[in-house]
Each structure stands twice: as structure tokens, then as C-alpha cells.
């Protein structure tokens, strides 16, 4: 088969296998449709606790490549969570591209999927799409029930893991340590206190122009933005060394409440992977309704303002700020976390 046949046909597969888990959801197939399931029936092994003497067991979701990375990475993030919650071992399936695969550098050090899918003497064990807050303790019986046996449970395709945030650690360390980072290159200078904007247009103004139900989630006015960004200089000097930069799309005519910024600077036509590097490296991330922008939030180790309303969670950290759809945010936290992290930039 030719690479083009073949991607078609993994689409069209991704594309049915979404259907037809969608389909199935809160129905009694949910669970009933999976041979995992069953197993659990009738070899009832209660509790998720491992034995360090057992076989060797992995855990691992596939993302899902007809998504946009931040999907992806949402998809990465389960697998990775799970594994701990589950105490399995982790298994690690690459991104779509290679390049995003070398950029974020998650797979160093950690077992291909691939090659566990290779090898004939572990049991390939799909589980059952299910809800992350309800069906817990149920997904960690059927696990239970396969416990001595080598095995890899494949998470079902979009497989939801809703806080996505518990991980953030682990995952800024690998970002940071990778060794694509030798590669970056910044256009930030050393010594700037480089704010980093993005704004959420492309899909989501397609999504508003054709009346999609969708868009009203996922869209934050010119104004939100340009409302943080003057409670963020009552606390600065604003000088040269502040610097701003405004990663979206368009033209700099769609964002007119910002020609009164100084030093601001329009990364309008910025590769995706450059303009996610350079918001995981920024001193501040305003961050949009998207995983493209939330998963570079979770990365960085600058001060992140990120937009209360969202459909995933944040860490109980102080650089986590949560900012009302007006714009509003708590001052105080942010004076405290400037103040931990880039004193010389107070007012004062």
C-alpha cells in the first residue's frame, strides 16, 4: 500500500472508530462491546494495586493525528497520567510529525509503543472509552483482571482525562531537558521581560463566520486581552524592557486595541512550532481558550494568565493566574508571583 492509500485509510479509520465510539456512549455497549470488559466479568479482580514481582504492564493512548497538536498532547497527557494512577508503566506513541515529535522531546526515555505492539508475547488489551471523574475504579478492575500477564492497554481513541494539568511537572522537565533545545532559537532578547500573547482566531473565526454553534467556548474578544494587559503594566516600569509579543492569525489591522501598547511586536505569520516554543519560554504567557496555548502554559516557567472559563484545570501553583472574562484578575496574586520570580521589574 502507498504512503498516500495508507493515509487515507488510517483516517477514514480514525474517522469511524470516532463515530462509532460516539455512538455507543452511555449505551449499554459502552463496556459491553469491549472482550476487556468481559475478562473483568468473570475474573473479578477488585482494586488497581500492582505487585512489583508481577509481569510487566504498560498503558498508553495513540493521539489522535487528525487533530491539531494541542489535541494531541491532551490525548499524550492521558496515557502519561493514567500510568501513574494505574501504576503501570508508561508506553509512549509518537506525534504526527516528526518535527513535533523532536521539539517537545516527550518519548526520550520512555518505552516505544510501537515496538511493545511488535512483540508477540504481550497481550494487546484495548479498554473501553470511559468517564475520568465516574469510571474509575471500574477501569482499574478490568486492569485488575488481566494481572498476571504481560500486557499493554491501549486507551480508546480521544480518551478524556479532564483536569490535564496534574502532570506539569514532569512535563516542563521534559520539555526543557530535551535535546532539542540547543536548537531553539529565540527572537526574545536576554534581559527583556518578554510577554507572550496569543490569540485565538484561524478555526475559531471560521467557526463564528459559519454560525457554529461551537465558536462562543473557544472565542475571547480583542478586548479581554488588551484589558490583562494594562493590569499587568500597573505593575511595571514600562520601559524598553518590556516586550511584547502577539502570536495569532490575520492581519495587524484585526486588533486595533493594541496599537496604543509600546513595544509590541506582531507574530502574525509564525510557525506553529515557533510560536509554541516561544510561549513555553515566554516570562509571561496571557494564554487563549486552546490547547494550543494551555499546553505551553503547563510548560513554562514564567508566570502564566490564563482565561478562568476553560474546559480543563490548573495547577495550584501562584504562576497560575485565572483571569475573568472581562479581563480581571487577582492583582495581588500577580504582584506575589512577579515579585518571586522578576523582582527587578516591579514598580517601586
Known amino acids: 500500500m502507498s504512503f498516500n492509500r495508507r493515509k487515507i485509510y488510517e483516517k477514514a479509520k480514525r474517522k469511524a472508530n470516532t463515530l462509532f465510539l460516539n455512538a455507543i456512549q452511555h ?17 473479578k479482580e477488585s482494586g488497581i494495586s500492582r505487585k512489583a514481582s508481577g509481569p510487566v504492564q504498560y498503558i498508553a493512548q495513540k493521539p489522535n493525528y487528525s487533530a491539531g497538536i494541542g489535541h494531541q498532547l491532551a490525548n499524550w497527557n492521558a496515557g502519561y497520567y493514567f500510568s501513574d494512577y494505574y501504576q503501570l508503566n508508561f508506553a509512549h506513541f509518537p506525534f504526527s510529525s516528526e518535527k513535533w515529535e523532536y521539539l517537545l522531546g516527550f518519548g526520550e526515555d520512555e518505552t516505544k509503543a510501537t515496538a511493545i505492539l511488535e512483540n508477540k508475547t504481550i497481550k494487546k ?54 535535546p532539542s533545545r540547543k536548537d531553539d532559537k529565540l527572537f ?49 516600569e514600562v520601559n524598553n524592557n518590556v516586550q511584547i509579543y502577539l502570536f495569532s492569525q490575520g492581519r495587524r489591522e484585526d486588533f486595533p486595541e493594541f496599537a496604543k501598547f509600546d513595544n509590541l511586536h506582531y507574530c502574525l505569520d509564525v510557525n506553529a512550532y515557533d510560536s509554541f516554543t516561544h510561549m513555553a519560554y515566554s516570562d509571561l504567557l496571557i494564554s487563549s481558550k486552546s490547547s494550543f496555548s ?6 513554562s516557567k514564567g508566570i502564566k494568565i490564563c482565561p478562568a472559563d476553560f474546559w480543563h484545570s490548573y495547577p495550584a501553583d501562584g504562576s497560575f493566574i485565572q483571569a475573568e472574562n472581562d479581563g480581571v484578575f487577582n492583582d495581588e496574586q500577580f504582584a506575589e508571583a512577579l515579585k518571586n520570580k522578576y523582582r527587578s521589574f516591579i514598580n517601586g
Do not use: E
Open 125 to 178: 488489551i484495548k479498554l473501553p472509552r470511559f468517564d475520568c471523574n465516574k469510571d474509575l475504579r471500574l477501569i482499574g478492575d478490568i486492569i485488575a483482571s488481566y494481572k498476571n500477564i504481560p500486557a499493554i492497554f491501549l486507551l480508546a481513541q480521544d480518551q478524556g482525562y479532564d483536569r490535564q494539568c496534574d502532570t506539569f511537572t514532569s512535563l516542563s522537565k521534559k520539555f526543557f531537558s530535551a
Open 27 to 43: 449505551t449499554p455497549l459502552q463496556f459491553a462491546a469491549y472482550k476487556s470488559y468481559w475478562n473483568y466479568r468473570f475474573h
Open 188 to 236: 526574545y532578547r536576554p534581559g527583556n521581560f518578554n510577554i507572550a500573547i496569543h490569540i485565538r482566531r484561524g478555526d475559531v473565526a471560521d467557526m463564528k463566520a459559519n454560525n457554529d454553534a461551537n465558536w462562543k467556548q473557544r472565542w475571547l474578544n480583542n478586548g479581554y486581552y488588551a484589558s490583562v494587559l494594562n493590569r499587568v503594566f500597573n505593575a511595571f
Open 294 to 299: 494551555y499546553k505551553p502554559a503547563l510548560l
